[in-house]
């Protein structure tokens, strides 16, 4: 019978099989592909069947893993997956991520994780001062964008109930009006998903978008605020949309919210991180004068996931909505925080390890650097698609992500939506890059971004070759030849 306790004496040495594949496996990371489907389905589908009334031991469970398992996984931490705006693991991150799952501390209480806690507090104030944000704001971890979207716009929702006198954390919405939400077209998907958990409902956002692109209509805006007369409402702006990196103007946002008695909230997942360099810090402008801002760690930061920031210029509304306790937790302590009070998790992984680290490893010089690498090498692939005959540029990259999609000679309109959308699966399966399809202004388009601290120039130059030649192969096979 396998029992973890009868296993105890083996655990060095399974940890160290364990270390010693991934040693092989980063080694050799920035040559692998990206994916492939095919491959990669089948060895995911040899895990499976009944649970086993007997396991098979850990060394036998972790071979698989090192086997089959590597080989279902899609190698997201490499320099060609650019499918999302997703980051690797830095050095410094990735060994600090290890130590967390062997501390295996819940940083939910100072009592429960010093280290956790305390990291997690230094974090949060040296994340504020790499995007300049005010030092006094309240801040915490999250599992990622959405649910610090979610977390953010929980303290919107407190906000908004309190000016109709009401405590929406201890009441609930009942008897209130609907939620005045407006957005840009802009608007992301975990945004509308976090307005969902809260009861808002994503359905209710009022969208106006002032052009093609979907940046917001400032005008359209300002008469909308105008007719709530005095009523709050919650405005949210973009800062770097998924598909070509586009910025809301969040500073002129941000005076209509103030003079308009409305909440504004900032989502940038990704686009907080322009604040970082000079060359586009302006598209970021204004982020300061909001009253919450998000960021996803996994993105640019390139820690492991899960991790996400959400920043709120008011922390009391934070303890409002999440500070719940039970009667066997301690009394919070002004100088030793207890964030399960400022998020929606109670159990938290210590993800202050990982964010601490890479901020201690490399700096604010560190990442502005990396930054600039990556807004040089989407500013390349732009260069390289404009001088094609066979590509078309849909955007000018402004940040990290460039759209554009494949549009050769001979190829009627109404077909580059079709080949594309084929030419999108073909990428996907053939796994040296890895990038799919979206919609940009009404095209079948592609997005690749670039946020891995190993990317480089190879990665970048591989990205047309491949898509040119899997192009080539299903225009011969459409042609029969």
């Known amino acids: 019978m396998a029992d973890p306790f009868l296993e105890r004496e083996g655990l060095s040495s399974l940890l160290a099989e364990v270390a010693a594949a991934a040693q092989r496996y980063v080694a050799d990371l920035d040559d692998r592909p990206a994916g492939g489907d095919a491959m990669r389905d089948q060895a995911a589908g040899r895990f499976g069947g009944e649970l086993p009334e007997q396991g098979e031991g850990a060394l036998q469970t972790i071979h698989r893993l090192l086997t089959d398992g590597v080989e279902a996984a899609v190698n997201s931490a490499g320099p060609r997956f650019f499918h999302f705006v997703t980051g690797g693991a830095t050095p410094a991150a990735l060994a600090a991520d290890w130590l967390a799952s062997v501390l295996d501390n819940n940083a939910g209480l100072w009592v429960s994780s010093p280290l956790g806690s305390r990291l997690e507090q230094v974090a949060i104030t040296w994340l504020k001062a790499l995007f300049q944000l005010p030092s006094d704001w309240s801040g915490v971890l999250t599992t990622g964008a959405t649910m610090s979207n979610f977390t953010a716009l929980a303290a919107a929702r407190q906000w908004w109930g309190e000016q109709h006198a009401l405590d929406v954390g201890a009441r609930g919405l009942s008897g209130l009006p609907a939620v005045p939400v407006v957005s840009s077209g802009f608007i992301h998907a975990s945004a509308r998903k976090a307005l969902s958990m809260l009861g808002i409902g994503h359905s209710t956002v009022e969208v106006l978008a002032g052009d093609a692109g979907g940046r917001i209509d400032l005008p359209g805006l300002e008469h909308r605020l105008e007719a709530l007369d005095g009523a709050p409402a919650i405005v949210i702006a973009t800062a770097g949309e998924v598909n070509a990196g586009g ?160 549009r050769p000679q001979g190829i009627s309109e109404s077909e580059l939506d079709e080949l594309n959308r084929r030419l999108g699966a073909a990428i996907i399966a053939d796994g040296r890059v890895y990038f799919g399809t979206t919609l940009y202004a009404g095209k079948v388009a592609f997005r690749p971004a670039i946020s891995n601290w190993r990317t480089t120039e190879r990665d970048i130059d591989t990205i047309l070759s491949v898509t040119r030649e899997l192009a080539e192969r299903l225009l011969a096979k459409k042609s029969g030849r």
């Not at 008011?314 to 030793?336: I, K």
Request: proline share 5%.
């Open 247 to 406: 910025f809301d103007p969040i500073e002129a946002m941000a005076e209509l919210a103030h003079r308009y008695h409305a909440w504004l909230h900032v989502d940038g997942a990704f686009g907080l991180f322009a604040r970082l360099s000079p060359a586009v810090a302006d598209l970021a402008a204004g982020v300061e004068l909001a009253d919450s801002v998000i960021a996803d760690g996994h993105k640019w930061l390139n820690v492991p996931y899960d991790c996400g920031f959400a920043f709120v210029r008011d922390g009391r509304l934070l303890s409002s909505v999440f500070g719940m306790g039970a009667p066997y937790f301690p009394a919070t302590h002004a100088e030793r925080p207890d964030f399960l009070y400022l998020g929606p998790e109670m159990s938290r992984r210590a993800r202050g390890l990982a964010v601490w680290a890479t901020l201690a490893a490399y700096g604010r010089a560190g990442y502005r650097t990396m930054v600039e690498r990556h807004l040089a090498l989407a500013a390349r692939l732009g260069r390289q698609i404009r001088e094609s005959s066979d590509f078309e540029l849909l955007a000018e990259p402004r940040l990290n992500v460039v759209c554009f999609r494949h």
